[in-house]
């Protein structure tokens, strides 16, 4: 299957700084990728889906000016979470389609983001 | 809306024993898919789903895609406790996006 890789796997910030985390295409190019997050044993919460050469496109709730969301080229999307809170710690996973007619979901390995 | 509900939430059995997962829906998808995902990492795909009634097999998990192309079962033979993990369906919705279920967390205890 498709490989989608996330970087970094975790990451420990201070209050009030800027986290990027990158989530690459290894084998195909999305034009469409998506971010989510994850509460402890929960399942997935979508974000925005990340597009290609235009702007993102958020869920209800989700503050754009919070998380801020590039997709530069056909296998890199990245997800800034700026002025990180601790409220902002949790697992952020991102995806992509593969362009196969069953359009088939692959995942990044996930980052977990802790806010101190 | 495209909800995907599924059943059981949480699940514990002993080694060997077998068990049902459902994924249910009142809305027609074009396919369904299932992912099993370990605590701390990005959910990996087992099996897509496309044709009403299909029923695909990956070693000891048998997925199951009903004829009205509704709802979805994952069966696991004996299971191990490699086996445990939360169990997502999913499907597409508008647009490239796919809907979740809610996920049924197994624990397969040795």
């Known amino acids: 299957g498709a490989v989608v890789s996330q970087h970094p796997s975790w990451v420990i910030c201070k209050s009030g700084t800027s986290v990027k985390i990158e989530c690459r295409s290894l084998?195909?190019?999305?034009?469409?990728m998506f971010w989510y997050r994850q509460f402890p044993k929960q399942s997935l919460m979508l974000m925005a889906t990340?597009?290609?050469?235009?702007?993102?496109?958020?869920e209800q709730g989700v503050e754009k000016d919070k998380f801020l969301i590039n997709h530069a080229s056909l296998t890199l999307s990245t997800l800034t979470v700026t002025s990180a809170h601790p409220e902002d710690s949790s697992f952020y996973i991102c995806?992509?389609?593969?362009?196969?007619?069953?359009?088939?979901?692959?995942f990044g390995e996930g980052s977990r983001l802790t806010v101190l | 809306t495209q909800l995907l509900e599924q059943s059981p939430q949480f699940l514990s059995i002993q080694e060997g024993e077998n068990l049902t997962v459902y994924c249910n829906s009142s809305s027609v998808f074009s396919s369904l898919q299932w992912y099993r995902q370990e605590p701390g990492e990005g959910p990996v795909l087992l099996v897509t789903?496309?044709?009403?009634?299909e029923v695909k097999k990956l070693k000891r998990l048998t997925f199951q895609f009903g004829d009205a192309r509704k709802d979805s079962s994952l069966h696991i033979t004996a299971a191990q406790p490699g086996d445990t993990g939360l169990y997502l369906c999913a499907g597409p919705r508008w647009g490239q996006n796919f809907v979740f279920g809610p996920g049924t967390r197994l624990s397969v205890l040795p």
């Open positions: 084998d195909f190019q999305a034009t469409t």
């Open positions: 990340s597009n290609e050469g235009s702007k993102a496109t958020y």
């Open positions: 789903v496309v044709t009403g009634g």
């Open positions: 995806s992509a389609r593969d362009g196969t007619i069953t359009g088939e979901l692959f």
